[in-house]
T-cell receptor
Framework: NAGVTQTPKFQVLKTGQSMTLQCAQDMNHNSMYWYRQDPGMGLRLIYYSASEGTTDKGEVPNGYNVSRLNKREFSLRLESAAPSQTSVYFC???????????FGQGTRLTVV | AQSVAQPEDQVNVAEGNPLTVKCTYSVSGNPYLFWYVQYPNRGLQFLLKYITGDNLVKGSYGFEAEFNKSQTSFHLKKPSALVSDSALYFCAVRDKNTGFQKLVFGTGTRLLVSP
């Protein structure tokens, strides 16, 4: 039982390159989230999916897209990476909106 | 609008002493409050939450937090700190009438427990 699995763990991109961050959960949860963590700023929500087939913007969605591929998987795509997207990205999931979330181990992304 | 403040960037405490990590919040209605802990190179782990009921909430690893509505605070406490408690702690809040996607995180407080 892995919980929430993110891949890759580390990535270095050049400005303008694209990449997809993968997230998979085996907890049978409905809701999934993507956050970014920056020093001194806590966690900020990028996108979320309340249930399979739905996605919505969070606080900082610009420059990102998401896909809720099925109930287990929720991917985050950077179409044209910028240095401002250097951050640690976390995927999280919960059974529903009223419950605490479980987080993956994070992806440390550097854009040069 | 919802907001949460963790006024201390770092808290230092000696092993065996009690610890407190402070959190104050602002919501328009009734709050749902959470504490999470982050160990190095790991994701956030849930510690405890206040939804309703008793103001003193007990959570994982011997931590507890007290909800104080008049002071709009939700401080995290532990009677006796361990070196292994050293980590980054996040307080989070949302209004009861909003969904988890509206959860607002504080900037975090680094707890350093010395032997």
């Amino acid at each position: 039982n892995a919980g929430v699995t993110q891949t890759p763990k580390f990535q270095v991109l050049k400005t303008g390159q694209s990449m997809t961050l993968q997230c998979a959960q085996d907890m049978n949860h409905n809701s999934m989230y993507w956050y970014r963590q920056d020093p001194g700023m806590g966690l900020r929500l990028i996108y979320y999916s309340a249930s399979e087939g739905t996605t919505d913007k969070g606080e900082v969605p610009n420059g990102y897209n998401v896909s809720r591929l099925n109930k287990r998987e929720f991917s985050l795509r950077l179409e044209s990476a910028a240095p401002s997207q250097t951050s640690v990205y976390f995927c999280a999931t919960n059974r529903d909106s009223n419950n605490e979330a479980f987080f993956g181990q994070g992806t440390r992304l550097t854009v040069v | 609008a919802q907001s949460v403040a963790q006024p201390e960037d770092q808290v230092n405490v000696a092993e065996g002493n009690p610890l407190t990590v402070k959190c104050t919040y602002s919501v328009s209605g009734n709050p749902y409050l959470f504490w999470y802990v982050q160990y190095p190179n790991r994701g956030l782990q849930f510690l405890l939450k206040y939804i309703t009921g008793d103001n003193l909430v007990k959570g994982s690893y011997g931590f507890e937090a007290e909800f104080n509505k008049s002071q709009t605070s939700f401080h995290l406490k532990k009677p006796s700190a361990l070196v292994s408690d050293s980590a980054l702690y996040f307080c989070a809040v949302r209004d009861k009438n909003t969904g988890f996607q509206k959860l607002v995180f504080g900037t975090g407080t680094r707890l350093l427990v010395s032997p």
